[in-house]
């Protein structure tokens, strides 16, 4: 019914750039209220480290991405992107979008990140 598939990832370098897209289908997608972008590293829970509510005007950021990644949304293409830049080490994860707060059934594989030092 619902389907979110993410897309953009690689591996960098320290200090590079990453651009992160999500798109969504089926015919509920347009009753989302809010997304978000998640992340889960090796051996770690999933967090957000982003969300956008639905007409875009209000963002959060979890600490350690704030002042280096931006979320982002084109309602009119259901797609909700994440700019991220200065990339570190430590943000090396499989990241997610989802609506937040997220629902279970809307997972889906997630796009990969990995950063070298």
């Known amino acids: 019914q619902v389907q979110l598939v993410e897309s953009g990832g690689g591996l960098v370098q320290a200090g590079e750039s990453l651009s992160l897209s999500c798109e969504g289908s089926?015919?509920?997608?347009?009753?989302?209220?809010?997304m978000g972008w998640f992340r889960q590293a090796p051996g770690k829970e999933r967090e957000l480290v982003a969300s956008?509510?639905?007409?875009?005007?209000?963002?959060n950021y979890s600490a350690s991405v704030k002042g280096r990644f931006t979320i982002s949304r084109e309602n009119h293409k259901d797609a909700v992107y994440l700019q991220m830049n200065n990339l570190k080490p430590e943000d090396t994860a499989v990241y997610y979008c989802?609506?937040?707060?997220?629902?279970?059934?809307?997972w889906g594989q997630g796009t990969h990140v990995t950063v070298s030092s």
């Open positions: 989802n609506t937040t707060p997220p629902r279970n059934d809307y």
């Open positions: 089926g015919r509920t997608y347009s009753s989302f209220w809010t």
């Open positions: 956008i509510n639905y007409n875009g005007e209000e963002t």
